[in-house]
């Protein structure tokens, strides 16, 4: 099995703002990761996305490229922030973020989610994949696909902070005999 874990290029929100699950659109000039995307991932079995507009109109064109309709998930949502979406980090009481960030796992923003219950969407929606197909494209965010990377290499959840998942970055997961094999493309 290929897993193709896609994140979904820039957005038109400043980069020092809490996003999460906060429904942004892109960037100008998105659309030419797509056609970068193409050129190097080869047509999915079958296309996920994140419901939310930043990943869902980048797969749906994605889609189009390959004559695949994406099939929204909402466990491919990005983490939630809960009240701290929207606002600029810089603005978020110390009191408050420094508790979460201390033990990210296992608590949450006020009203959000922890680091915890994001992967858990994550084991539910690789659980659900099955094997019945070769290649599987997912267009996500990059808590998601941190979450992706450490459940399929088997690593502690606090290695996933070691991945570089940048806007538009392609990175595939190639299982083998039981064992996953890592690639990362700047798409």
């Known amino acids: 099995m290929e897993l193709a874990l896609i994140r979904h290029p820039r957005t038109k929100i400043a980069a020092d703002v809490c996003v999460g699950q906060l429904d942004v659109e892109l960037a100008a000039g998105w659309e030419a990761h797509v056609d970068r995307l193409t ?110 990377l450490v459940r399929c290499l088997d690593l502690a959840p606090e290695a996933a902070w070691k991945f570089d998942v940048g806007y538009g970055r392609l990175t595939r997961l190639s299982e083998r005999g039981g064992s996953w094999r890592l690639e990362v493309l700047n798409a």
């Not at 603005?91 to 973020?97: F, G, K, L, P, V």
């Not at 922890?114 to 659980?127: E, G, H």
């Open 39 to 148: 050129k190097v991932l080869p047509s999915p079995d079958r296309l996920y996305s994140s419901p939310l507009q930043r990943c869902r109109r980048f797969a749906t064109r994605l889609g189009a490229a390959y004559g695949a309709q994406p099939q929204l998930d909402e466990r491919l949502r990005e983490l939630h922030f809960g009240e701290w979406e929207g606002r600029r980090w810089s603005e978020i009481d110390r009191a408050e973020s420094d508790p979460w960030a201390a033990d990210y796992l296992h608590s949450a923003p006020p009203g959000g989610e922890s680091y915890q219950a994001m992967l858990a969407r994550v084991d539910a929606f690789l659980a659900g994949l099955g094997a019945s197909f070769e290649r599987v494209a997912v267009v996500s965010h990059a808590g998601p696909m941190r979450a992706f």
